[in-house]
């Protein structure tokens, strides 16, 4: 569930969102800027037993957070 999501949400409902979806939603990006950290640092060797290549990890490896 993205911010927007959250926003959304937040408007059909007309109530602000709960603390245990704000929670998930900033788990899900620590998790996700520590996943892209770690992608960003392999080599060449792991990237491609994974079948990326240096430019996919890069792109990916360079998406802000938030953006799924």
């Not at 979806?21 to 770690?38: D, G, H, P, Y």
């Not at 994974?50 to 938030?66: H, I, Q, S």
Request: glycine share 2%; charged share 35%.
């Amino acid at each position: 569930m993205t911010m927007i999501d959250l926003t959304l949400t937040a408007v059909r409902s007309r109530r602000l969102p709960q603390w245990n979806e704000i929670r998930e939603l900033l788990t899900e990006w620590r998790q996700r800027a520590r996943s892209r950290r770690e992608l960003w640092a392999l080599d060449d060797r792991e990237l491609w037993d994974m079948g990326l290549t240096r430019m996919e990890a890069d792109n990916e490896a360079n998406k802000p957070f938030w953006e799924a």
